[in-house]
């Protein structure tokens, strides 16, 4: 099956910086990379994915980098805010039981 | 678009009591849902696979007669936690795949957090 990881499991920041988390992965037939942004007490909501034909994919403050010859990806944010606190989970495999472990990302004001 | 709804948010329940919790499709249809369990600080682990009109496809280690679920029609599907004890106190989250000119998404329901008193 495939194996997925996630780094780091945690992640502080002062608002205003950049935060990058990356996920890893090891099914080379994986071909769709999204990212997932769970506050408490919610449903995860997907924020950004990109196709394996694409290298980089970018909306306003995020983007999502893919490196398929190493098997990973990572997603950027820049300009951090407060609101982007929240556990991150990305996901590889569309069967959706490839889930990362997940990142606890705090923004701190 | 591509709203999935999740009924209730939050429920509380005796031991030896069963629970329903409802996830429905609000403007689309889903075939396929599928259904999680998350402990706090932890991912989400994939209990089961839900198909509209045929019987769920359980993961390893989950009891099907334990967590029943049907797919009735083409926009809700049912968790049922049967007998239920503190150690299924947990957030159960349901999702439906979106096609998207022959690409699928997930769409997640906001959960619901069971506690078994």
């Known amino acids: 099956g495939e194996n997925v990881e996630q780094h780091p499991s945690t992640l502080s920041v002062q608002e205003g910086d950049s935060a990058v988390i990356k996920c890893t992965y090891s099914d080379s037939a994986s071909n769709y990379f999204p990212w997932y942004k769970q506050e408490l007490g919610k449903g995860p909501q997907l924020i950004i994915d990109?196709?394996?034909?694409?290298g980089e994919k970018k909306d306003q403050r995020i983007a999502v980098t893919l490196n398929k010859t190493a098997k990973h990806f990572s997603l950027h944010i820049t300009e951090t805010q407060p609101e982007d606190s929240a556990v991150y989970f990305c996901a590889p495999k569309l069967t959706i039981s490839g889930f990362g472990a997940g990142t606890r990302l705090t923004v701190k004001p | 678009g591509a709203v999935v709804s999740q009924h209730p948010s939050r429920v509380i329940c005796k031991s030896g009591t069963s629970v329903k919790i409802e996830c429905r499709s609000l403007?689309?249809?889903?075939?396929?849902m599928f259904w999680y369990r998350q402990f706090p600080k932890q991912s989400l682990m994939l209990m089961a696979t839900?198909?509209?009109?045929?019987?769920?496809?359980?993961e390893q280690g989950v009891e099907k007669d334990k967590f029943l679920i049907n797919h009735a029609s083409l926009t809700l599907s049912t968790l049922t936690v049967t007998s239920a004890h503190p150690e299924d106190s947990s957030f159960y989250i349901c999702?439906?795949?979106?096609?998207?000119?022959?690409?699928?998404?997930?769409?997640f329901g906001n959960g619901t957090r069971l506690t078994v008193t």
């Open positions: 839900s198909n509209e009109g045929s019987k769920a496809t359980y």
């Open positions: 403007d689309f249809q889903a075939t396929t």
């Open positions: 990109i196709r394996s034909n694409v």
């Open positions: 999702s439906a795949r979106v096609g998207d000119r022959g690409l699928l998404t997930l769409h």
